[in-house]
């Protein structure tokens, strides 16, 4: 079975300072690829960054980084510059070789200005 | 954010009622998932469809009844709820194999249905 832990309920930021959301995952494959999704209030949940298991180097989307520890099973999201229009409900989660998704409970994202 | 739509946005029902979620898709996916979210569990994965056809069903109850006519579209039949019922239920879509969902696929939602069970 597949798990994603995110242990970190509720975080905030100040504006145009740096953080960092975890998540930890289990899973038995090889091959799998990693998520985070971001949902803001009352707005769809999209897509923030992903990250291919068999790459060692981080995935990085502009203001967004992942630090991937495979053997940790470890899987964070570094936002840099935080913006107000970061505030959101952040999702990590994982897919495994059948195709299979596994979501974290979330961490709420409060950016203050 | 036109790639996935769904209607109503909102929906208030009985307990006795029928009702159906509708959710459409304009990106060509072969895969479409339904989601409950609440806030006991944020994100329960409830079925999975590959171009039409039931790919998993997570032991969720029969008054959930979902239908897939075609690839774009997605509905879910709603009968005799409870009010634990009442969540947000997105839809989401991707872009799979026949086989179904594959590792690399990423997800689309739509803006969700806020359902309210009286």
């Known amino acids: 079975a597949q798990t994603v832990t995110q242990s970190q309920p509720e975080m905030s930021v100040q504006e145009a300072e740096t953080v960092t959301l975890s998540c930890t995952y289990d899973?038995?494959?090889?091959?799998?690829?990693l998520f985070w999704y971001k949902q803001p209030p009352s707005r769809q949940m999209i897509l923030v960054i992903r990250q291919e298991a068999y790459k060692q180097q981080n995935a990085t989307e502009n203001r967004f980084s992942v630090n991937f520890q495979k053997a940790a099973k470890s899987f964070s999201l570094k936002i840099s510059d935080s913006q107000l229009g970061d505030t959101a409900m952040y999702f990590c989660a994982s897919n495994t070789n059948a195709g299979k998704s596994t979501f974290g409970d979330g961490t709420t994202l409060t950016v203050k200005p | 954010e036109t790639g996935v739509t769904q209607t109503p946005r909102h929906l208030v029902m009985g307990m006795t009622n029928k009702k159906s979620l509708k959710c459409e898709q304009h990106l060509g996916h072969n895969a479409m998932y339904w989601y409950k979210q609440s806030a006991k569990k944020p994100l329960e994965l409830m079925f999975v469809?590959?171009?039409?056809?039931?790919?998993e069903n997570n032991s969720v109850p029969s008054r959930f009844s979902p239908e897939c006519p075609n690839s774009s579209h997605l509905f879910l039949h709603l009968h005799t709820l409870q009010p634990e019922d009442s969540a947000l239920y997105l839809c989401?879509?991707?872009?799979?194999?026949?086989?179904?969902?594959?590792?690399?696929?990423?997800?689309?939602f739509g803006p969700g249905t806020r359902l309210t069970v009286l």
């Open positions: 899973t038995s494959e090889n091959n799998y690829y």
């Open positions: 469809y590959s171009l039409e056809e039931r790919v």
């Open positions: 989401a879509s991707s872009r799979g194999l026949a086989g179904g969902p594959t590792f690399t696929d990423t997800q689309y």
